[in-house]
Structure formats: C-alpha cells, structure tokens
C-alpha cells in the first residue's frame, strides 16, 4: 500500500501499545465513509456492491487454491477440521455459489440503466485491481519480503 511505511505497526505508541498512526487512517476513512450515504444513494448501493464483490473474491481464492492443493494430493499434515468425502462437493458448491454472486452482483439493479440508478461496482473494482497492480509494480514486489520472514520493509 502506499505510505505503508508511515502506517506501519513499528510506530506504535509507547503507551496505549497500539499504532496510531493506522487507527487515525483508519477512523478517517471511515468517517469520510459515512458521509457517502448522505450526498447520494448511489455511490452508497455501490460503496455495498462493491465490498460485497470483494467479499466473495476472497471467498473464491483460498477455496479455489486449496481444491487445487487437494486435487493434486498435496497433504496438509496438520488439520484441525477435516470435512473428509463431504469436502470436495462443499467446496465446489461455494466456489459455484460465489461466481454465481459476483457474476451479478455488479448488474444494475433496475431498468432502464440511468446514470442514477447504474450499479458502479464493477468499474470501482476494475480500477481497484488496476491501482493495486500498478501499486504491486512500482513499489509492492520490491518491498514483499514473503510469509514468515521477519525481515524489517523500509
């Protein structure tokens, strides 16, 4: 993320032990947030479109990663919950279910399409996922240390 270094966790107040800097980030773009619902109901369904797509994207990614894992018999040696033969059918389900959502969940919600009534999600997030590839290209993959290290990112 951009200014990631700013809103790092290492700039945590001595005494509260939380990082302000984060928690004044995140306060504020959430109260700038609220204010979306009073100037137009629009941006608001779209601002709730949107959160849901991104929802059911994040759904889709580990379900879809760890049916690929199964498939391929790569094991996990540790699993506190297993679903045994009912796994596979329950996760094609969700995987089927999700795409089922995302595939019309940007649609507008009435018709005729007015540029009052359109539902924005899917361009928002289309500019989202170009934001943060353009994002991962200039500084992200340079700075991403991977899972587990301990590195310190500058």
Not at 66 to 95: M, Y
Not at 110 to 120: D, E, H, S
Request: aromatic share 12%.
């Amino acid at each position: 993320m951009p200014f990631s270094s700013f809103f790092a966790n290492r700039h945590a107040h001595p005494t509260l032990r939380i990082p302000l800097n984060s928690f004044f980030l995140v306060v504020t773009v959430i109260a700038l947030l609220s204010f979306i619902q009073i100037s137009s109901t629009t941006a608001f369904n779209a601002l709730l479109s949107l959160l849901t797509l991104a929802l059911y994207i994040s759904y889709v990614v580990p379900i879809t990663l760890h049916g690929h894992q199964t498939s391929a018999r790569q094991a996990h040696t540790i699993l506190s919950f297993r679903l045994e033969k009912f796994g596979l059918p329950i996760n094609v389900f969700g995987v089927v279910y999700a795409v089922y959502v995302i595939m019309f969940l940007p649609f507008p919600p009435t018709l005729p399409v007015t540029a009052v009534n359109v539902n924005y999600a899917g361009p928002v997030l289309g500019a989202v996922l170009v934001f943060a590839l353009v994002e991962w290209c200039v500084n992200g993959r340079r700075r991403w240390t991977g899972p587990g290290s301990t590195k310190d990112v500058t």
